[in-house]
């Protein structure tokens, strides 16, 4: 009687949901609802299904062909591995440069095309060299009166004076 109060006290929804008509037919009887349900049952079984390994003796694995497949049997006890475990234990640390620059074989290229070890700086340039503010990177052209570095602006000169400025390590 409880029961019946609490079932006609609960609100019902007022969401209509949408069934598509051969799953309302088929979930209107109780019989296709258990068979449904006994098939979904037996799909997850399925496919926790593990294969049983075999254990051969060394007379059995001389005696198969290539085509026939083998199980081996894991020691009790231990987990098998997943596929992240054995793709991370497969894996290899990271290498060098130096092993990198061996591995390219840069001695073998032909004299006239460029590698990392045949690289060189041209000539000193006749043009004065290019200076940078501190703060944004843009061309700068003035420079602080205590330390000596670049600004190009107000705006980075009160955030060079504010954060990087070298007259409070002296």
Do not use: W
């Not at 991370?88 to 092993?99: G, I």
Request: glycine share 2%; hydrophobic share 35%; net charge positive.
């Amino acid at each position: 009687m409880d029961e019946e109060m609490s079932n006609s006290a609960r609100r019902m929804s007022m969401r209509t949901r949408k069934i598509a008509p051969k799953m309302a037919a088929a979930l209107a009887s109780s019989d296709n609802r258990t068979q449904a349900m006994l098939a979904r049952l037996d799909a997850l079984e399925s496919d926790n299904a593990v294969v049983e390994p075999q254990l051969l003796d060394d007379d059995d694995e001389a005696s198969l062909d290539d085509e026939d497949q083998v199980f081996h049997k894991y020691p009790k006890g231990t987990k098998r591995k997943t596929r992240q475990a054995k793709a991370l234990e497969n894996k290899r640390a990271p290498k060098s440069f130096l092993e990198l620059l061996n591995e390219a074989n840069l001695e073998s290229l032909p004299p006239h095309v460029p590698t990392y070890l045949r690289a060189a700086v041209g000539p000193p340039s006749s043009i004065a060299r290019r200076h940078f503010c501190t703060v944004c990177g843009f061309s700068s052209t003035y420079t602080c009166v205590q330390c000596g570095m670049r600004f190009c602006s107000i705006k980075c000169r009160t955030i060079h004076n504010d954060t990087r400025c070298l007259k409070f390590v002296a």
